[in-house]
C-alpha cells in the first residue's frame, strides 16, 4: 500500500458544480497534512493547510479524519480557474521528516 | 523577485554524462528540500537540509545522485553517469525555520526539467 493515496481523476464538472476528493494516508503517526494545487508545468503552490479541526478558506474546505486516516478537500462553485492537479502532503513529525506527496487529483472544470 | 530560484530551467544531456542543478532558497528559510517528479505522479521526496546539515536522504536515492548546501544557503544537486530514467523535473523547495509561523509550509521553484538523451 503506498503512504498517500489520491484518486488520479481526472474530476470533470460543470462551473458551480461542488467536488470533493480524499486523500488516504498509512502512518498514523503523521503529523501535518497540506493541499497543495499545481497547474500544468508550474511548480506546486500551497493551497491550504488541514487542521485537525477542520479549516475553510473562501471556497474551500479542508477537512482531517485521523480516525480514518484521510484528509479532504471540498471545492464549492467550482471556477474555470480551479482546474489543476490537487496534491495532497503528509509529514511525519519527531523523528523521520519526510514530506510524502500523493500523485494528484486532476480537476477539470468545464463551462 | 524573492521567491525559489533554480538554475539551469532546462538541460538535455547525453546518458553517462554528469549534470549538475543550483536552487537558491528564500533567503530567510533555512530548510531546503529537492525532489523529483515524472509526469502523472507527485513530487518524490529525495533529501532534506536543514542549514547546511543533510538530515534526510530518500532511501530510493541511487548513489549517483548527491546534495550539498555548503553555506547553508544555495544547494546544489549532482547526478553522475545519468540514464534515461533520470529524466524528470527537479523541484526545490525551502520552508522558514521551526517557529516561525507555517513552518511546514514549503515554497517551490519552478523547476529544472532534466532530459537525457
Known amino acids: 500500500r503506498k503512504e498517500v493515496e489520491q484518486d488520479p481523476g481526472p474530476f470533470n464538472v460543470p462551473e458551480g458544480a461542488t467536488v470533493a476528493f480524499n486523500c488516504t494516508y498509512s502512518?498514523?503517526?503523521?503529523?501535518?497534512f497540506f493541499w497543495y494545487r499545481q497547474d500544468c508545468r508550474k511548480e506546486p503552490k500551497l493551497l491550504m493547510s488541514?487542521?485537525?479541526s477542520g479549516n475553510e478558506d473562501g471556497r474551500f474546505t479542508a477537512q482531517l479524519n485521523r480516525a480514518s486516516q484521510y484528509i479532504s478537500l471540498l471545492i464549492r462553485d467550482s471556477k474555470l480557474s480551479d482546474s489543476a492537479t490537487y496534491l495532497c502532503?503528509?509529514?511525519?513529525?519527531?523523528?523521520?521528516?519526510?514530506?510524502?506527496f500523493g500523485r494528484g487529483t486532476s480537476l477539470i472544470v468545464h463551462p | 523577485d524573492t521567491g525559489v530560484s533554480q538554475n539551469p530551467r532546462h538541460k538535455i544531456t547525453k546518458r553517462g554524462q554528469n549534470v549538475t542543478f543550483r536552487c537558491d532558497p528564500i533567503?530567510?528559510?533555512?530548510?531546503l528540500y529537492w525532489y523529483r517528479q515524472t509526469l502523472g505522479q507527485g513530487p518524490e521526496f529525495l533529501t532534506y537540509?536543514?542549514?547546511?546539515?543533510?538530515?534526510?536522504k530518500s532511501r530510493l536515492l541511487s548513489d549517483r545522485f548527491s546534495a550539498e548546501r555548503p553555506k547553508g544557503s544555495f544547494s546544489t544537486l549532482e547526478i553522475q553517469r545519468t540514464e534515461q530514467g533520470d529524466s524528470a523535473m527537479y523541484l526545490c523547495?525551502?520552508?522558514?525555520?521551526?517557529?516561525?509561523?507555517?513552518?511546514?509550509?514549503?515554497?517551490f521553484g519552478p523547476g529544472t526539467r532534466l532530459t537525457v538523451l
Open positions: 533567503s530567510e528559510h533555512n530548510r
Open positions: 488541514v487542521y485537525s
Open positions: 502532503v503528509v509529514i511525519l513529525s519527531g523523528g523521520s521528516y519526510i514530506p510524502t
Open positions: 537540509f536543514q542549514n547546511e546539515a543533510q538530515l534526510e
Open positions: 523547495a525551502s520552508s522558514p525555520p521551526v517557529g516561525a509561523g507555517a513552518t511546514d509550509t514549503q515554497y
Open positions: 502512518n498514523s503517526a503523521s503529523q501535518s
